[in-house]
């Protein structure tokens, strides 16, 4: 257990170090998020004179404000990519709180590329359905499973639903029957 509790003691000049460095870009940051100071305080929950105190480096940054603000930013697409290369965004620590690995998001995954999460926001809903289309065929192809039978599977199921072998099997007889019918037309 011990070991466990090593992997989330982050000693004071780490801390220190984290929070001086976003403390510098916070007025780039909020713009780039485009926030008004009062909506961002109310969001991390602190008033607007404490926010702007901290901003300004009036007053120094609690490490629970610290990890407030690198929530807002990192799940911003504004500024997700600034905070992390600025080195502002605490991958050393990430990895500590799992156990050793680093944190790999679908869109923080290097097997896609960064700059795809912007063409995937800007799809619409056929587009999102096509993307969802294509990868459903994907996984059919690296399980070795007939891709047009999982795609009629899943039928409105989202990955996280298991697709069971009678899901598929259900789908390959209905086209047998399919084909019978029309073979006999």
Same mark, same amino acid.
């Given at each position: ?43 991390? !929950?602190?008033?607007?004179?404490? @926010?702007?105190?901290? %901003?300004?480096? *009036?007053?120094? /940054? $609690? ?36 156990? !050793?690995?680093?944190?790999?998001? @679908?869109?923080?995954? %290097?097997?896609? *590329?960064?700059? /795809? $999460? ?46 069971? %072998? ?20």
């Amino acid at each position: 257990m011990a070991e466990k509790n090593f992997l989330f003691s982050i000693d004071e000049s780490r801390k220190k170090e984290l929070i001086d460095k976003l403390t510098d870009e916070l007025v780039v940051l909020r713009a780039k998020a485009g926030i008004a100071q009062e909506d961002l305080a109310r969001i991390i !929950g602190v008033t607007r004179q404490t @926010y702007g105190n901290i %901003e300004r480096k *009036d007053k120094p /940054m $609690s490490w629970g404000t610290y990890l407030s603000l690198i929530f807002f930013f990192e799940h911003n697409n504004q500024t997700a990519q600034m905070l992390r290369q600025s080195g502002i965004f605490p991958d050393d620590i990430i990895v500590g709180f799992n156990n !050793g690995k680093p944190f790999v998001s @679908y869109y923080q995954s %290097e097997k896609i *590329d960064p700059t /795809m $999460s912007e063409m995937i926001e800007n799809l619409d809903e056929q587009g999102i359905h096509s993307l969802k289309t294509f990868l459903m065929v994907e996984y059919a192809r690296c399980k070795k499973l007939p891709g047009d039978y999982v795609v009629k599977a899943f039928n409105g199921k989202s990955f996280n639903s298991k697709i069971s %072998e009678g899901d598929v099997n259900t789908q390959k007889a209905l086209k047998r029957i399919r084909e019978k019918r029309k073979n006999n037309e």
